[in-house]
Structure formats: C-alpha cells, structure tokens
C-alpha cells in the first residue's frame, strides 16, 4: 500500500512539474506573441491548448476563410477566460455581419457588463453602436472611454464636433452639456475653434446655460468669447465676458480693464493679455513706495528680439481719448531703443490710433501720456505695449520696468 502511495505522489508531482514548465513555457511564448511575433502563437498553444488569448489569435487568423472554426475557437477562448469580453465582442461582429442582430447585440450587452470601464473595449462598443445606427449608446461608451483614457481625447474631439455640426445629431450632446464630463470642456474648446460656423457652438454654449449661468466654467467662457471675437462679433463677445466677472473684477472695468494692477494678471479676453516670451517675466507686484497698490512689473532677461506680447483689446466708441500712465525703471534697465504703448484699430482694418513717447528710462516714478481718435468706423481696439527701436541694436533690452495707473479717458466729444 505505501508503494501505492508513493507511486502516486511521485506521478502527481511530475504532473505539477509538467504543468509548471507547460504554464511557463506558454506564458513565455504568449509574451511573444503580444509582441507581435505571429509564429509565437503555434507554441503557445502546443505548451497550453486552451490559452485564451492565443485562442482568439487563432480565431482571427482563420475567420476569413473558415468563419465556422472560427466561432467555435472564440468560444472555447472564452470558456477558457469568462472574465475577457474579447471573443465576445468578435462573435458578435460576426453574428451582425451574418445579420444576426439580436445574437449580436445580446454578447455586446454582455462585453459591456464584463468591461465597464476598460477604454479599449469601451471603444469597441462605440464602433459597434455607432455602425448600428445608435448613436445615443455610442456616444455613451465614447464617454465612458475618454472619461477612463484621457490620451483618447483629442482624437476623439472631431467626431464629437462632426455631432455637433449635425442638426439631427446634436442633441445627443444635451446630457453632457448640462452635466459636463471631464472631456467636456477640452471638447468645448476645440469646437469653439475648429466648429465651421458659429452656430453649433452658440448652440453648445446655450446647453451649457441651462444648468445655470453659474455652472459654465472660466475656460468654457473664455473660449465662446474667443469665437465671437473671431467672427467680429465684438459687443456680444465684450457682454459675454463681462457676465463672467465676479464683483472684485467689476470694480476695475473702465475703458482699460484693471489699469492699477489690483488683479493678477489673467489673460482675459478683454483684460490684459500675456504672450508666451521666455526671456521676459510679466506679473503685478506691490508698487515700490507704496505698500499695498499693486504695479505691472516686467523683467527683461538680454532680449534681442521685438517685444509685443502684452495688449489689451479694447471696446471704445467713436471720439478723441487720452492713454495715459505712470512708469520707473530699475537701475540694471539697459536700452537703445526703449519702449512704448500703441493703440491700434483691428476692425474692419489694422490702422494705427496713436502711440506714446519712447520710454527708455527714469528713476523715479514719471508720467505719460498720448491721444488718440477712434473713428465710427472703427468698431474694435486695441492696447500693446512694444518695442520702440527699429534696427536690430535698439531692440536688445535687459532689466526692470514698472507700469502703473494706466487709464483711458475720453478727451472730448465725437
């Protein structure tokens, strides 16, 4: 009897043995064969017949000439793994191609049951649906993906927009406008640029404000108020912005928006507006002498090229006004050319209004200022401050200005 028994300890343990190289082995090979290595897939199945990937690898192999193998195979595939959706997904796209719609639709319910959130599956669903005409429960897994895929997002935002373009198809968009995913307002931006006409995105916009004027996000306005500005829509854009501003930053509107540098600096749509310049640092700070104002400070770091990126648009009717400010420089500013401050017309045409003296340096806090005429054709302005020199030498700059008390006044009567 303990022979037996040994006999059949010893047989176990080879058979253990056997599994583990047989496990190892596969396993190996199926690392292979996710690789890309297509000869890899014959071994895993010589080492483990029931592998389940390699299964559906074999499947796919063989479903355009033996749709019937291949069937059988996807469902031993997922015998073998009831946890996968994979064979299912397959089977099903098959059992629609052969118009078995409601086989097909019954293993995509399923798919979708096993992989809630599994972005490669949910995407799959989303194909499918969509193929099937049902664009509401596509659109649903196409949300579910990039809500669970953040990198899927910006490929996605066309075919969103293509939705949203669509008269018969927007309104699909409805639920997530009033409550908004977290691709939502990425989505949002890209229409406002991208959309061809200016509809859909007013349309967009409109759905959002039906969850309440408080819900739209600073990105969403900013970026709807883009749109505007872009199709010269210039009243409507400034009335939109300024529904957007709390009261801290109503106390600061004027014909120049936050001229005493009491806010941050926030590139608003008409407010101050900062270009992307990485050897020029431009934030308010506490003015110098005068603890609590604030004061616009720029620190030159040896700039040799032209300087325009700080402007304000500006809505202003027609008449004669005068820009003035204040301005000091730290003793390290060093500059040929110097600096100064335009307004210039942008619709219906670029033209120059008027311009200021050269700033090039002063110690102390000094005044300046310039006026100009805005036409009544002219229905939008706007602010810069540039470089004043105009050959190479005088461009370079190095060093701290300040700007401060910047304001617009109307000098007289149209």
Known sequence: ?????????????LFLAWRIVATGLGGFYADRMNAGDDDAMEQVLAWQPEHPEALRAL???????????????LVRAYRANPA???????????FATNGEIARADALMDIAARLAPVN?????????????RNNMERSLKHLSTMMEASPSQRAAMRPVLLQIAEDPAMRGLLTPYALSPPAWWDGFFRYAAINATALEPVRLL????????????????RAAYVGRLQKDGLITEAYLT???GLDKSQRRQLGPL???????????QRFGWQVGNNNRVDIRTRPRPGALGNGAMHLNFRAVENRFGHLVQPLVLDAGTYRFT?????????VTKGGLKWQVDCRLPARRRLGESERIVGADEWTQFSFKFIVSPSCRYQELRLVSAGTRAFELKISGDIWFDNLSIARASSP
């Open 325 to 333: 400010g204040e301005t000091r420089t730290g003793i390290d500013f």
């Open 205 to 220: 916009y409109k759905m959002r404000r039906q969850s309440g004027a408080e819900a739209l996000t600073g990105p969403e």
């Open 59 to 73: 499947a796919e192999r063989v479903l355009p000439d033996d749709a019937q193998a291949a069937q059988a195979l």
């Open 84 to 94: 996968n959706p994979r064979p299912l997904i397959i089977l099903a796209t098959q």
């Open 241 to 243: 912005w300024l529904a």
């Open 257 to 267: 928006y936050n001229g005493g540098f009491e806010l941050k600096l926030s590139n």
């Open 119 to 131: 972005p490669g599956v949910q995407k799959q669903l989303a194909s499918y649906w969509a193929r």
């Open 1 to 13: 009897m303990l022979i037996i028994w040994r006999i059949m300890l010893i047989g176990l343990a």
